[in-house]
């Protein structure tokens, strides 16, 4: 069956240092990739989708890159500060309309 | 704009018994969808619609049921509540669906006793 992995402990570095989060998948052959950001008792947000044929995206102080040979993804905030602590999700879809999301990995960036 | 809005935000309800939780998006959109969040499981879809009329099941769509009789609306209906339907509850929508990004709402809690 498909399946997504995200760490499930929480990730906790010093603020200014770059967090690098890291999204596996198994089974599944996405056209997509997302990331989203959950605070606490709210809903997530999007951030950054990334094409299959993609390698990097960036936006500001985000970066996220796909290798669909590993099968993975990796999230990077550089610069890091305490106002990035909060929950983030990978999702994938193949294009059609169901979207798969992760556990999510808990960052606390530390002042 | 108000987004994506989900009332109640709270919900309490013991076994047997049967709620709606709306869901509406002054977006726009096509696409909505039904998550529930739970410890550990991550979001998983329970139905999704890609427009007034149509709906389809998700990955865990056993005990809810929707409808979507316009575009800004897509309730979910909890039949005969089970305490294994205790979680969060996420309504999202897309203006494609598909590869567009999803606009949640700020999530429904539903306690089942």
């Known amino acids: 069956s498909q399946k997504i992995e995200q760490n499930s402990e929480a990730l906790n570095i010093q603020e200014g240092k770059t967090a690098t989060l890291t999204c596996n998948y198994t089974?599944?052959?996405?056209?997509?990739l997302q990331w989203y950001r959950q605070d606490p008792g709210r809903g997530p947000v999007f951030l950054l989708l990334?094409?299959?044929?993609?390698k990097e995206k960036r936006k500001e102080r985000l970066k996220v890159t796909f290798d669909t040979t590993l099968k993975q993804s990796l999230f990077h905030i550089t610069a890091s500060q305490p106002a990035d602590s909060a929950t983030y999700l990978c999702?994938?879809?193949?294009?059609?309309?169901?979207?798969?999301f992760g556990t999510g990995t808990r960052l606390k960036v530390l002042a | 704009n108000a987004g994506v809005t989900q009332t109640p935000k709270f919900q309490v309800l013991k076994t047997g018994q049967s709620m709606t939780l709306q869901c509406a998006q002054d977006?726009?959109?096509?696409?909505m969808s039904w998550y529930r969040q739970d410890p550990g499981m991550g979001l998983r879809l329970i139905h999704y619609?890609?427009?007034?009329?149509?709906?389809d099941q998700g990955e865990v769509p056993n005990g809810y049921n929707v409808s979507r009789s316009t575009t800004e609306d897509f309730p979910l209906r909890l039949l005969s509540a089970a305490p294994s339907q205790t979680s969060v509850y996420f309504c999202?929508?897309?203006?494609?669906?598909?590869?567009?990004?999803?606009?949640f709402g700020e999530g429904s809690r539903l306690t089942v006793l």
């Open positions: 619609s890609v427009g007034a009329g149509i709906t």
């Open positions: 999202a929508s897309s203006y494609t669906g598909g590869a567009g990004e999803l606009f």
């Open positions: 999702a994938l879809t193949s294009g059609t309309y169901k979207y798969i």
């Open positions: 089974n599944y052959s996405p056209a997509y």
């Open positions: 977006m726009n959109h096509e696409y």
């Open positions: 990334i094409r299959e044929n993609e």
